[in-house]
């Protein structure tokens, strides 16, 4: 039997990402799991960020800003930079991460991530309390030994993305593979 309940919080599991903003020389990072891609030829992927982040502040400076994917290797990092804010420490330095330069954009890319995407900001839609940030991806970097397929595929599996549930914000690692799109119209 389902309960009508009074849940607000997304009840459905959300990618962790990390954000990274500034420059490489005051280069800060920060942690989401309001994220997603709307958009595929250009590709365009969208953030919510609470309008008092020092990270907000710093993307409405540049108007660009990376997105890094964390994994199992780098957890404790990310949950670092997830919990603490960059207007009073330099995040890099404290918890050991490298500012990379990017090609296209003045934000820094996460070294300790092996994906790394560059976004330029298009477009911004105002909410009560957060921004969602609209970028349209410049550039993508990926770890070699995570693409297969003439780099046309990525191994989800060997990534170890996070997954964090919302109502308790828990981390959780990826499951199964269970088997690719289109299945069940395949004759076997
Ligand atoms: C698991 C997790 C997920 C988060 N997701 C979001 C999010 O989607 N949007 C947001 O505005 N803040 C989110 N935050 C909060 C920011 O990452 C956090 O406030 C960070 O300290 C901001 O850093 P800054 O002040 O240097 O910008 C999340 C934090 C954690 C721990």
């Given at each position: 039997m389902k309960k009508e309940v009074d849940f607000r919080k997304s009840p459905f599991p959300l990618p962790l990402v990390m954000i990274g903003a500034g420059t490489v020389d005051k280069p800060n990072a920060s942690l989401y799991i309001w994220f997603s891609q709307f958009n595929e030829d250009p590709p365009i992927f969208a953030v919510a960020i609470k309008k008092k982040r020092y990270t907000y502040t710093l993307i409405k400076e540049t108007g660009d800003f990376s997105i890094n994917i964390p994994t199992k290797r780098c957890l404790k990092e990310a949950d670092l930079v997830g919990t603490s804010t960059g207007r009073t420490i330099d995040k890099f330095k404290e918890y050991g991460l490298t500012p990379l330069p990017g090609k296209f954009i003045k934000a820094p890319l996460v070294g300790e991530c092996p994906i790394n995407i560059e976004l330029k900001v298009i477009d911004e839609i105002v909410f009560p309390d957060h921004s969602m940030i609209i970028g349209e991806v410049l550039d993508t970097w990926i770890?070699?030994?995570?693409?297969?397929r003439g780099d046309k595929v990525l191994d989800i599996q060997k990534l170890s993305p996070i997954i964090v549930?919302?109502?308790?914000l828990s981390y959780h690692g990826l499951g199964e593979f269970l088997n690719f799109a289109g299945f069940s119209r395949r004759k076997k």
């Open positions: 770890e070699e030994d995570l693409l297969k549930n919302y109502s308790d």
